[in-house]
């Protein structure tokens, strides 16, 4: 009996070790945590964002960020299912336009109601590109 439970207590450990390892490789442990981390980007290059959404409710992603250091290159909406009223992702393509430190504050709201009901934080160190025909790879070319 006594044997029973700790065979069973050792599968239940090791269970729950291996579902916290494979949500962490999948990234759904510590989101809030990447939110902080800077996205390295070099002068010219373009970077995606793409965020969930469902534009049959109503609310869309609205980005506030320093157009001295950014610029917003395209906006675009995806849809992620075929079905009546199905989510997909709004997503924003920025071009590093200056070295610095940029942060976009989205926000998911209705444009007539400007209440936020989710919010997100990007955080991107722009450096300078290596030389006129080398730069870092870029997500959105």
Same mark, same amino acid.
């Given at each position: 009996?006594?044997? *029973?439970?700790? +065979? ?5 450990? #090791?269970? $729950? ?14 989101? =809030? /945590?990447?939110?902080?981390? =800077? *996205? ?5 290059? @373009?970077? !995606?964002?793409?965020? /969930?959404?469902?534009? @049959?409710?109503? %609310?869309?992603?609205?980005? &506030?960020?320093? &157009?001295? #250091?950014?610029? #917003?290159? /395209?906006?675009?909406?995806? +849809?992620? $299912?075929?079905?009546?009223?199905? $989510? ?9 336009? *200056? +070295?610095?430190?940029?942060? +976009?504050?989205?926000? %998911?709201?209705?444009?007539? !109601?400007?209440?936020?009901? !989710?919010? &997100?934080?990007? @955080?991107?160190?722009? #450096?300078? $590109?290596? /030389?006129?025909? =080398?730069?870092?790879?870029? *997500?959105?070319?």
């Amino acid at each position: 009996m006594k044997r *029973t439970l700790v +065979v069973m207590a050792v599968v239940l450990v #090791l269970g $729950s070790i291996a579902g916290g390892l494979t949500a962490f490789a999948h990234g759904n442990e510590g989101e =809030a /945590d990447a939110q902080n981390e =800077a *996205t390295v980007l070099a002068v010219g290059n @373009t970077y !995606e964002v793409p965020l /969930d959404a469902n534009l @049959t409710t109503g %609310y869309i992603w609205v980005a &506030d960020y320093d &157009d001295g #250091l950014l610029e #917003l290159v /395209d906006e675009r909406y995806e +849809v992620g $299912s075929e079905l009546m009223g199905g $989510s997909g992702q709004q997503v924003f393509v920025f071009r590093a336009l *200056t +070295v610095g430190r940029a942060q +976009v504050n989205f926000s %998911y709201l209705r444009p007539c !109601e400007n209440e936020a009901i !989710e919010t &997100d934080i990007r @955080t991107f160190d722009i #450096l300078p $590109s290596l /030389d006129d025909g =080398a730069r870092f790879p870029s *997500t959105a070319e």
